[in-house]
């Protein structure tokens, strides 16, 4: 199908890329001019900012308790934004409706952003909020059952890096991995999928762009095929957790998410790849008010209960 018209309509909007050179200031200025007042936001039982101490240092969480209950699995969720981009706050509302639809209490991480704080940081800020999660789970009411986490574009490559870190260190208890339009594979080769031709320019993420926004993640010399920057290099995939992907049909990142997905079920983990339809780069933060978008929330949910304590 086309793209849908709605995103249409927003896309129509935007001023083409006019080459300048990338402002992160400006640019997370501009993000937070648009976060809604607190009173338009999805009400919930509870929602409460905290600290979790790890081993890489102090990292803002935001705790969203979706209803009162005995106890919850738990979602760690990681926002999007290039790496260099994004909040607590302007993710709010994609953590509110994790919440919501899982059931889950959604503990969203506020990592260190590049080019401040360039690889690994933002990784082990998300690796070590899953590790205290875990410890703090009788305080957080955890029911000992799911421990998921979930990301969207370059927090999708914090999920995955998180999930293979995890493995090798041992750390069993993550039970599911969710990834919306993940960002897999920043060994930049514009040949190398075919959706970062097909959907090159005109749909929001524009594939001349990845390489200037991944450029900020990798400032400190980091090495581009290291399996833990660009997770589809991992050779051995098997002992993941079963995963969720879910792509969209006008992405430039389309095509790696979906190897992702099919590499996983190669190496025997229980993994379903969900393309969307008419859908670019970013639906599930910018197009959720959709509700042909808004049901990645219930896929999710769906995943979180059909793989319950796996």
Known sequence: MTIHPEIAKILGTLP??????????????????QVLPLEDRLPLFLVEDATAVTASGEVPVRIY?????????????????AFFLGSLDTHDHVARSLARETGH???????????EAAFPAGLDDCYGVVRWAA?????????????????????????????????????????????????????FDVDR?????????????????????????????ADPSDPLVSPIKREDLAGLPPALVITAEYDPLRDEG??????????????????????????????????EFYRAFGETAAFLDGNAGQ
């Open 258 to 291: 979906e190897l992702y997905g099919q590499r996983l079920t190669e190496a025997g983990v229980d993994a379903t790849v969900s393309r969307y339809a008419g859908a670019n780069h970013g639906f599930v933060a910018n197009f959720s008010w959709l509700p």
């Open 193 to 221: 999928y075919a959706s970062l031709r097909e959907n090159a320019e005109g749909y929001g993420l524009e594939t001349a762009g990845l390489l200037p926004f991944n450029s900020f993640y990798l400032g400190n010399g």
């Open 105 to 115: 209490k959604v503990i969203s991480v506020g990592y260190r952003l590049a080019p």
């Open 135 to 187: 410890e703090q789970g009788a305080s957080l009411g955890w029911d000992g059952k799911n421990l998921a986490i979930a990301g969207d574009s370059s927090g999708g490559n914090f999920v995955a890096a998180v999930a293979a870190q995890a493995h090798d260190d041992g750390f069993d208890l993550i039970t599911h991995q969710v990834l919306f339009y993940p960002s897999l594979d920043l060994d």
């Open 65 to 81: 308790t979706p209803a009162e209950a005995d106890a919850y699995g738990l979602l760690v969720y990681f926002h999007g934004g």
């Open 16 to 33: 083409a890329p006019d080459g300048s050179p990338l402002n992160p200031a400006a640019m997370r200025a501009r993000e937070a001019s």
